[in-house]
Every structure is written in C-alpha cells, then in structure tokens.
C-alpha cells in the first residue's frame, strides 16, 4: 500500500510538473509575441541573437528562444524554489547558478542585446540603482531592457511605488521607455527600455546622479569587481566596441569585429584579424575532419556543451549547425576574448579554473580543453580540475582534451585512475589528443578510514 501510494505521488507529480511546463511555454509564446508587436525592431534571431535572463526560473523563455536562433544567458539563485538552473539544464536549455549581489555579474560590458526579466524579484530601484546599473553596464548601446512584473501592471501601493522609484531611476540613467503593455490573454504587462547610443543625454542631466563611473573603471573588469552606483559611458569612436551594432545573425558568426585592428596583436601572435579568420578556419577544419567523424561520438545524444578556454570561441562557431550550444570559459589569467565571443553572436563566462564552475554536477554532455591544463599546472592542480570536471559531466559524457604530450599523459592516468573509458589518444610531434569518457563505475565496497586519536 505504501509503496502504491509513493508511486501515485511520483506520477502524480511529474503529471502535475508536466502541465506546468506545457502552461509556461505558452505564456512564452504570449509573451514573445507582444514582445515583437510592441517593438517589432527587436527582430528575434536577426538583430537580437544573445540575451540575459535574470532571475529564469526554469529558463522557459530562452529553451523557447533557442528555436528562434537566440542565446539566452539565463541564471538564478538557488531559493525557496529550489534547484531552478539545474531543472534548466536538465532540459538541456543553457543557465548558471548567480545572483546579483555586491560584485560585478562575470560577463564584459556592452555584450547583451536584450536583457529580460520576468518576475524576477530583484529590487531594482534600491541603493542608488546598483543592480540596474549593473544591467546598464552589460547591455549594448541603443539594446533593450524587457521587465515584466507587478509593478508595470498592478496598482497595489507597493507597486505604485516601485514603479515610481524605476520611472525615475530609469529616466535618470537616460533609458527610454519604448513600450509599456499589456498581454490580452494573461494581463501580464511588460515596459520596454533601451539604452541610449550616444552621451547626449547624460551631459544634459540637470544632475549627475548617478555619476559618470571614472575613466580607470574598466567596464569589462568582472571577477570578484564590487559593484558601483556609477555608469559608463557609450563609446563614440567608431573603431571602439559599443559604438556600432554587430551584423545581423548569422552573417555576425563569420564576420571579422570592426575593432579588430591589424595594429593589434592576437592571442597567438599574428595581427588580431590574421589570428582571428586562421582560429575559425582551424576549428572548422578539426571539427569537420576530427571530431566529428574520427572519435565515434554521436552528436544526436550532446546538447550542453562547454569549452573550457574558448579563446576566440572558434570551436563553438564550428559547431552551428548542430542543435547544440556551448559555454565559453575565458580564464580570468588569459588575454580578455569574451568581448569577440559575444560580438560573433556566441556566449560565455570569465572564470577561474582554480574555482569550482557555478553549475550542478552532471550538467554538461561534453566538455574540450584546448591546451588548458598546461596553461593552468603554473597556478593550481591539474588533479583538482580534472575532480572538477568529473563533478560537472553527465555519466557517459566525453572529455576532449588537445595539449602537449606531457601533459596528456598524465592525464591519461587521471582518468584511468578515476575508472573513466580511455577512447582515443593520439600524438603527432610534441602535440596530443585525447578523447575519455566518464563511466557509470561506483565503488562495490565503502572503505573504512581508521583515523589516529589525537
């Protein structure tokens, strides 16, 4: 009786959970669609390709976005709704697990083009607008803020307020408000803002609060950065970064950055844009040639993906036309490419391998090391990456690890120490591939530790 009544309760909720889905993806389609009749310039998967998500949930609205050829960054805390990212990933939708707090989210300045919030909690408007001018510091010049909550829409003394306290926050940070609407068949309201193209606006204020953040304030300065209740300013060569849209998708993947500049040496010591169109045509090459077809993956069971130094984000730009999305990891110790990697219509994440990743274990389907353990063995253990790698891949997930000879041996003996499946090694001058796969192995037996009494 009782193990019929755990079963019914388990159908009961998967039916329950089942219906919650099915009811969220049509308020996403709702809501995607007045989105686009309230500001048809937003043009889904042309001009708009890479959004953030604040506070997803589920990240319903970017897994409904990714058919739509649009990258949603989507994160949320871990909260009274419990593990939200990693349902998210589950669903094989890209997240993280973040809050905005006290430092600076871990993406450059000027990346986003859209930054959504649905009912996302955060007191936008509170301390002198940190958390919004944190969204300023991260969304595009002439980019929109889509927020869809209760202030927009009811009119109960606290949203009132808030709603005035954003009015002005807003106006004071010289956002213009598009479009404030609401949805005929869930009354759910959304107000639309876009962020200025040029500093008119801020040296006409008649106050400058908030101020001009200083001319040393790096906006593309991320890890561990305190926030600030100051904001940039827009770019207005035209040679800087900011100061012109990317192309539109996908014309934007191949597409070499304006401010790319021959005077400007690459990661791999070739002019910027020699080192950027050589690192595609790479990636495209060993893709094509090598993984795809030479290591005996089948790509139909991969959909996360991570690279764990992206650089230019050549791998995962070589990946397009598989129903796959990648994280890009920029080591926080290597030269900042982030900002081409969002420019390409590709997303990613400053980080620290020396950390552990902000996700749950077993998200990832597949992670790729291109030469990161022999970039990494200077600061911290490899032995504790390749720990960290093992907590994030799914049982049965695949490790592609490119670096010198060495050091594919070493972590050859790793992973065979870790019972994972050695698939494929391969080595040519001083230069290996290796290809393991995490095993479904748990121990028969629980070793008991006698430990020495003090």
Same mark, same amino acid.
């Given at each position: 009786?009782?193990?019929?009544?755990?079963?019914?309760?388990?159908?009961?909720?998967?039916?329950?959970?089942?219906?919650?889905?099915?009811?969220?993806?049509? $308020? /996403?389609?709702?809501?995607?669609?007045?989105?686009?009749?309230? @500001?048809?310039? *937003?043009?889904?998967?042309? %001009?708009? !390709? &890479?959004?953030?998500?604040?506070?997803?949930?589920?990240?319903?609205?970017?897994?409904?976005?990714?058919?739509?050829?649009?990258?949603?960054?989507?994160?949320?805390?871990?909260?009274?709704?419990?593990?939200?990212?990693?349902?998210?990933?589950?669903?094989?939708?890209?997240?993280?697990?973040? $809050? /905005?707090?006290?430092?600076?989210?871990?993406?450059?300045?000027? @990346?986003?083009? *859209?930054?959504?919030?649905? %009912?996302? !909690? &955060?007191?936008?408007?509170?301390?002198?607008?940190?958390?919004?001018?944190?969204?300023?510091?991260?969304?595009?010049?002439?980019?929109?803020?889509?927020?869809?909550?209760?202030?927009?829409?009811?009119?109960?003394?606290?949203?009132?307020?808030?709603?005035?306290?954003?009015?002005?926050?807003?106006?004071?940070?010289?956002?213009?408000?598009?479009?404030?609407?609401?949805?005929?068949?869930?009354?759910?309201?959304?107000?639309?803002?876009?962020?200025?193209?040029?500093?008119?606006?801020?040296?006409?204020?008649?106050?400058?609060?908030?101020?001009?953040?200083?001319?040393?304030?790096?906006?593309?300065?991320?890890?561990?950065?305190?926030?600030?209740?100051?904001?940039?300013?827009?770019?207005?060569?035209?040679?800087?970064?900011?100061?012109?849209?990317?192309?539109?998708?996908?014309?934007?993947?191949?597409?070499?950055?304006?401010?790319?500049?021959?005077?400007?040496?690459?990661?791999?010591?070739?002019?910027?844009?020699?080192?950027?169109?050589?690192?595609?045509?790479?990636?495209?090459?060993?893709?094509?040639?090598?993984?795809?077809?030479?290591?005996?993956?089948?790509?139909?069971?991969?959909?996360?993906?991570?690279?764990?130094?992206?650089?230019?984000?050549?791998?995962?730009?070589?990946?397009?036309?598989?129903?796959?999305?990648?994280?890009?990891?920029?080591?926080?110790?290597?030269?900042?490419?982030?900002?081409?990697?969002?420019?390409?219509?590709?997303?990613?994440?400053?980080?620290?391998?020396?950390?552990?990743?902000?996700?749950?274990?077993?998200?990832?389907?597949?992670?790729?090391?291109?030469?990161?353990?022999?970039?990494?063995?200077?600061?911290?253990?490899?032995?504790?990456?390749?720990?960290?790698?093992?907590?994030?891949?799914?049982?049965?997930?695949?490790?592609?690890?490119?670096?010198?000879?060495?050091?594919?041996?070493?972590?050859?003996?790793?992973?065979?120490?870790?019972?994972?499946?050695?698939?494929?090694?391969?080595?040519?001058?001083?230069?290996?591939?290796?290809?393991?796969?995490?095993?479904?192995?748990?121990?028969?037996?629980?070793?008991?530790?006698?430990?020495?009494?003090?």
């Amino acid at each position: 009786m009782f193990l019929q009544l755990v079963c019914f309760s388990v159908i009961t909720s998967f039916s329950f959970l089942a219906f919650l889905l099915e009811i969220m993806f049509q $308020v /996403m389609i709702n809501m995607d669609t007045y989105i686009m009749q309230s @500001v048809p310039a *937003i043009a889904w998967g042309k %001009r708009t !390709r &890479v959004i953030l998500d604040v506070g997803c949930g589920v990240a319903s609205f970017g897994g409904y976005l990714f058919d739509r050829d649009v990258l949603a960054m989507s994160f949320a805390p871990k909260d009274e709704h419990e593990a939200q990212v990693q349902f998210a990933l589950e669903r094989g939708i890209p997240a993280i697990s973040a $809050v /905005m707090g006290t430092t600076r989210l871990p993406f450059p300045g000027r @990346v986003f083009d *859209i930054v959504h919030c649905a %009912r996302c !909690r &955060v007191p936008w408007h509170i301390e002198g607008g940190k958390l919004l001018l944190e969204l300023n510091r991260v969304l595009r010049p002439g980019g929109f803020f889509v927020w869809s909550a209760t202030p927009v829409y009811q009119k109960l003394t606290e949203d009132v307020e808030i709603w005035k306290a954003m009015s002005k926050l807003t106006k004071a940070i010289c956002w213009e408000l598009i479009s404030i609407s609401k949805d005929t068949v869930n009354g759910v309201g959304v107000a639309i803002f876009r962020k200025p193209t040029s500093n008119d606006c801020y040296e006409k204020r008649p106050q400058q609060d908030p101020p001009i953040c200083s001319q040393s304030d790096d906006p593309n300065a991320a890890w561990n950065v305190p926030l600030q209740a100051c904001m940039h300013k827009v770019p207005t060569d035209l040679l800087e970064r900011g100061s012109q849209w990317p192309e539109q998708w996908p014309a934007r993947l191949d597409k070499t950055p304006y401010w790319l500049l021959d005077t400007q040496t690459g990661v791999y010591g070739k002019p910027a844009p020699e080192d950027f169109t050589a690192d595609y045509g790479h990636w495209k090459q060993v893709v094509s040639k090598s993984y795809l077809k030479g290591m005996g993956i089948n790509w139909s069971l991969v959909r996360n993906v991570m690279d764990m130094r992206a650089v230019y984000g050549g791998f995962a730009a070589a990946l397009k036309d598989l129903n796959v999305w990648v994280m890009n990891v920029i080591s926080v110790d290597s030269p900042d490419t982030l900002p081409i990697i969002y420019e390409r219509g590709l997303f990613g994440i400053y980080h620290d391998w020396c950390e552990s990743f902000s996700t749950y274990p077993r998200s990832y389907d597949l992670l790729h090391a291109d030469h990161l353990f022999s970039k990494i063995k200077k600061r911290c253990s490899m032995a504790a990456v390749m720990v960290e790698a093992d907590r994030i891949l799914r049982p049965e997930g695949k490790l592609i690890v490119r670096d010198n000879v060495e050091i594919i041996t070493e972590l050859e003996k790793m992973a065979r120490s870790m019972q994972w499946e050695v698939r494929m090694t391969y080595s040519k001058d001083k230069e290996g591939l290796m290809c393991v796969q995490k095993s479904i192995w748990r121990p028969k037996e629980v070793e008991k530790l006698t430990y020495a009494s003090v």
